[in-house]
Nanobody, 125 residues
């Protein structure tokens, strides 16, 4: 049974930082492509960042480029999202997702096979 468990969310002031973690089990993590999505209240879930299986290539939404960094540790079966210079508009539930194959449609949530339950990030102004 595949499990993705997010952690590291919380309440932070604008300009602050948080580091999210996604612990994976039940899948071949080292060959899985990983991503982070987020969903703000009243809005649709949106793509945040993607990292390929080796960690050599990353993709970001324009809204987080330069502030967020996605990474992974294949030895620990964990993906990370380092979030700096946080803004109130970053407030959302953040979800980890895994895909067994690479696709250029990596910004579409339908392309991912497995999802975590999410972790809340709240940025106060």
């Amino acid at each position: 049974q595949v499990q993705l468990v997010e952690s590291g969310g919380g309440l932070v002031q604008a300009g602050g930082s948080l580091r999210l973690s996604c612990a994976a089990s039940g899948l071949t993590f080292s060959s899985s492509h990983m991503a982070w999505f987020r969903q703000a209240p009243g809005k649709e879930r949106e793509f945040v960042a993607h990292i390929t299986w080796s960690g050599s290539v990353t993709y970001y939404a324009d809204s987080v480029k330069g502030r967020f960094t996605i990474s992974r540790d294949n030895a620990e079966n964990t993906a990370f999202l380092q979030m700096n210079s946080l803004k109130p508009e970053d407030t959302a539930v953040y979800y980890c997702a895994a895909s067994r194959k690479f696709t250029w449609r990596l910004r579409r949530e339908g392309e991912y096979d497995f999802w975590g339950r999410g972790t809340q990030v709240t940025v106060s102004s």
